[in-house]
């Protein structure tokens, strides 16, 4: 991130003082040369050796449809978590052999689109195994299946954010996947094609990815084993590659090359001993989107009290992250880059609830209302997690590249609160 004499953030070659004069506040705003290199990091990453890897975007963390087409223009597959998001991904062009459909909780009408849309489907229960077996038969199609394994690896994240813990929700436990695979093997138009876990997000210690890709590859070895006539097409480890969100961090947090040193090595001694060959796919969310954008926010005041607060108009309607998981994210007065950080300042939002606390206890520059505020790496789990709460229209999104800026998103309007209420006629 640049600095200039006019005392102005820099972001994609843009002054954000001039885009939030031109768009508004609060704004999101994606830097698209940023987004482009974070998915190269990947590839680059992961090419480097023979195991064929893709890499299937995680639409969750932010499923803006500009973002989609970009990352799709770079190669990127989709993890897609409902009909919703699946829509998305077709619309922004990602082709169907490199979208999966997951989900611990898919009704019929889900199964259904999967299958027709022909998507591979990650199977989080017996009960919907069953279940796609008769979707499938019911409309003669066949469907690709993935076993999504829950293999009980403790990521070391927030509770909130550990997905792959025995307890957690997600997935078959680890002992019964192999009947499970062996039902699918039997079911009318299920297609058994690979094995799938995601144990987390935000995982800075990367050596249980290796502990993780052990587990899946101990699975893999036990269907051959039992002479399955399955013949797997991949394995899916998931997504969950931390960021380094602290500025301190941003040098030392892993990078998609770290992860492919601990996952390949392991990956492909297996498939050695085993003599098969196995495509690769991960799922990365957040080290793809989160820090290619910041929200902008306008100080609207500035309050002297027990603590000092500077008030934004942006709230956890639009960024969750602080205080649904205490995540932190850095905050600069972004026309006032160049000043010298001299007070202690709590950022909070415009939402009646006083957890509503977007950034504590941080040492800034003076802070004037008026001011512009940027909350970094908020592109994952950002506007993907907004609400209308307290009556607030969600707001824009702009992408910049090299200079330019373009809106991908406009403001919701007052309307867009009430557009799909009804007022039962008696009321009228
Ligand atoms: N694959 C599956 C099956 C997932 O459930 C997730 C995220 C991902 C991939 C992508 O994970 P990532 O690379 O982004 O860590 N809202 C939370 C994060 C929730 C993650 C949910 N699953 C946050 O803001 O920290």
């Known amino acids: 991130m640049a600095k200039e004499a006019n005392k102005h953030l820099l972001f994609g070659g843009v002054d954000v003082v ?43 963390a932010n499923g803006n449809q500009a973002l989609l087409k970009i990352l799709a223009s770079e190669g990127a597959g989709a993890d897609v978590f ?27 009408d889900d199964l259904r689109t999967a299958v027709e849309s022909g998507v591979r489907v990650s199977v989080d229960s017996v009960d919907e195994l069953r279940a796609l077996s008769a979707v499938a038969t019911e409309l003669r199609r066949e469907v690709e299946i993935a076993i999504r394994v829950n293999p009980d690896v403790s990521p070391g994240v927030h509770a909130k954010i550990a997905t792959g813990l025995k307890e957690s929700k997600f997935g078959i436990p680890f002992h019964d996947v192999i009947p499970v695979c ?31 890709t052990e587990k899946m590859m101990a699975l893999v070895e036990r269907v051959y084993e039992r002479g399955m006539k399955i013949k797997l097409k991949f394995v899916d480890l998931g997504g969950g590659l931390g960021i380094g969100y602290r500025q301190a961090e941003k040098a030392t947090a892993p990078t998609p090359k770290d992860l492919a ?71 600069v007065v972004a026309n006032k880059v160049n000043e010298r950080a001299s007070e202690l300042y709590t950022v909070v939002g415009n939402v009646c609830e006083s957890g509503d606390i977007m950034a504590k ?8 209302r008026g001011d512009l505020v940027a909350i970094l790496d908020t592109g994952a789990y950002g506007f993907s997690m907004s609400s209308q709460y307290n009556g607030r229209p969600r707001c824009a999104e702009v992408l910049v590249c090299d ?19 009804e007022i039962p006629a008696r009321f009228i």
């Not at 998305?88 to 898919?106: D, Q």
């Open 82 to 108: 409902s009909a919703g998001e699946l829509e998305l991904t077709k619309l922004a062009g990602i082709p169907a052999e490199k979208i999966l459909f997951n989900g611990n909780s898919k009704s019929d």
């Open 261 to 331: 040193e601990m996952i390949l090595p392991v990956f492909e001694k297996k498939m050695q001993e085993l003599g098969i060959s196995l495509k690769l796919v991960l799922e990365p969310g957040r080290s793809i989107v989160g820090a290619s954008t910041i929200l902008l926010s306008r100080v609207n005041a500035v309050k002297r009290a027990y603590k000092n607060f500077v008030a934004i108009d942006a709230g956890f309607n639009l960024l969750i992250r602080p205080v649904m998981y205490d995540a932190y994210h850095e905050v």
């Open 182 to 212: 062996e039902e699918a093997e039997k079911l009318p138009n299920i297609l058994l094609a690979g094995l799938h876990c995601h144990i987390g997000s935000q995982i800075l210690d990367i050596s249980v990815f290796g502990e993780a």
């Open 361 to 368: 206890d941080r040492m800034l520059p003076k802070v004037e």
């Open 403 to 421: 200079g330019k800026a373009d809106l991908i998103r406009s403001r919701e309007s007052i309307e867009d609160l009430i557009r799909n209420q």
């Open 18 to 60: 001039e885009l939030a004069e031109r768009y508004g506040t609060p704004l999101y705003v994606t830097d698209e040369n940023k987004l482009r290199n974070n998915f190269k990091g990947y590839k680059n990453a992961f090419e480097t050796t023979n195991i064929d890897t893709d890499i299937y975007y995680a639409v969750k």
